[in-house]
């Protein structure tokens, strides 16, 4: 992925070149800009029926299984079946359990990692020797402050089967490079590993919107409709531009309200609420820069006063704009 200026700052509505930098860097991209991915740990898991595991809140994980299957439930307690060679991603970390479909007493994950995993020996083992599933594991978290309503809409399960051929290869290959990093510990091993967890992240979340070809996905779904896609892009390449909804209709060539319509299924948000939602977004990222003044972001981020910039920053984020800089976003 090109590595851009991807700062709140860039797309200043007085700057050209702003825009034209903005209009080159894709959709998805920009917006996974603004939510960091920090690795944490990439082990292997080994386990032998009977077996079952419990996640509780808290770092995100992907599996990439590699011998067996599993049985995956989710935070409201539905079962996903997995095979040999699918991926699974729990983005949101809301804890969830895995097993063999059949036992029902779960361990800890958390325990078991600690009594197991060492710097010399990144490996789970868990079970009754019976029949065998081995997967690499790896745990993560969206550093979400400024957009946490991002991460909140995705799913509690992504699942890419390989039957669905987005893996191609690529997945195996990918969680090995990243466990050789891991054991071996060259220099910038850490850092290789963070951005090999990037990788293999964005590639879950582009293969998943290519499955689900804009069903209920949220903004990514919206990814994958290319009309509706056309108008999340000019929100994003133009974002204080004062849109209307008949202009950004006309970009996505439909009818103003089919495209209302079309747009708040697909993003599960009214266009001009997206709109508003962005433009507020950006200037959080303005007010959180060292010499930041409440006027001058509201006028460069294209409100008439200060007191109108004041009041919908201080409802879309719970806290006024001058305390920006001190505040920490709560899931809203």
């Given at each position: 992925m090109d590595h851009h200026d991807q700062s709140p700052a860039m797309h200043a509505p007085s700057s050209k070149n702003a825009i034209m930098l903005a209009s080159r860097v894709d959709l998805l991209s920009q917006i996974l800009a603004m939510v960091n991915l920090h690795g944490e740990i990439v082990f292997t898991v080994e386990l032998s029926q009977p077996w079952a595991l419990r996640f509780h809140p808290g770092a995100a994980y992907f599996f990439i299984v590699l011998e067996g299957g599993l049985t995956v439930v989710n935070d409201q307690g539905h079962a996903l079946?997995?095979?040999?060679?699918?991926?699974?991603?729990?983005?949101?970390g809301l804890g969830h359990g895995l097993s063999d479909g059949e036992c029902a007493t779960e361990a800890d994950l958390a325990a078991l990692m600690a009594a197991q995993v060492t710097a010399e020996k990144l490996n789970v083992?868990?079970?009754g020797g019976g029949q065998q599933t081995k997967l690499i594991a790896g745990a993560f978290r969206f550093e979400s402050a400024s957009v946490p309503w991002l991460v909140s809409a995705l799913p509690s399960v992504i699942h890419i089967p390989k039957a669905s051929g987005e893996t191609a290869g690529w997945a195996e290959g990918l969680g090995y490079f990243m466990m050789k990093e891991a054991q071996e510990v060259y220099p910038g091993a850490s850092i290789m590993i963070s951005r090999l967890i990037d990788v293999l992240v964005i590639s879950i979340l582009r293969s998943w919107v290519r499955i689900e070809r804009g069903g209920n996905v949220g903004w990514l779904g919206a990814l994958g409709d290319r009309r509706i896609s056309r108008a999340l892009k000019a929100i994003h390449d133009e974002p204080y531009r004062r849109w209307t909804v008949l202009d950004l209709a006309r970009v996505a060539g439909l009818s103003r309200s089919g495209f209302a319509a079309r747009f708040t299924a697909l993003v599960k948000e009214a266009p001009l609420s997206y709109h508003s939602r962005w433009r507020l977004t950006l200037a959080l990222g303005l007010m959180r820069q060292p010499d930041a003044k409440v006027g001058s972001v509201a006028r460069q981020v294209g409100?008439?006063?200060?007191?109108?910039?004041?009041?919908?920053?201080?409802?879309?984020?719970?806290?006024?704009?001058m305390n920006a800089k001190s505040t920490t976003i709560?899931?809203?």
């Open positions: 079946q997995v095979a040999t060679g699918d991926l699974i991603m729990l983005p949101r083992s868990h079970g409100y008439d006063s200060e007191a109108a910039f004041s009041r919908a920053f201080k409802a879309q984020f719970g806290f006024a704009p709560q899931d809203r």
